[in-house]
Nanobody, 121 residues
Framework: QVQLVEHGGGLMQAEGSLRLSCVAS????????MGWYRQTPGKQRELVAG???????DYADSVKGRCTISRDNAKNTVYLEMNNLKLEDTGVYYC???????????????WGQGTQVTVSS
């Protein structure tokens, strides 16, 4: 059974920083692309950042330059670090993994339960 467990959400200060982590189990982590989505109020769920199994990264325009996704294959963990937080970064952040038989983040994905991040001024 695949499990993705996120850690690190909570109440954050604007212009501050956050670090989320996601521990994966039940899958071949080193073969899977991983990523972080977020659901912000009134908007569609969006991909914030993705990282391939070869550690190639990609970011949403809204977080480029202030966000870093990384992975530690020895720990089956993917991280999301973001600085200069903005109020619009508030939302539920979901860890995702490429789905069954997939290596890239396509239509089929595994999802974590999500962790709430609230940015306040």
């Amino acid at each position: 059974q695949v499990q993705l467990v996120e850690h690190g959400g909570g109440l954050m200060q604007a212009e501050g920083s956050l670090r989320l982590s996601c521990v994966a189990s039940g899958l071949l982590f080193n073969l899977k692309a991983m990523g972080w989505y977020r659901q912000t109020p009134g908007k569609q769920r969006e991909l914030v950042a993705g990282i391939t199994r070869d550690s190639t990264t990609d970011y949403a325009d809204s977080v480029k330059g202030r966000c870093t996704i990384s992975r530690d294959n020895a720990k089956n963990t993917v991280y999301l670090e973001m600085n200069n937080l903005k109020l619009e970064d508030t939302g539920v952040y979901y860890c995702v993994a490429a789905g069954p038989g997939e290596v890239e983040l396509g239509r089929s994905k595994y999802w974590g339960q999500g962790t709430q991040v609230t940015v306040s001024s």
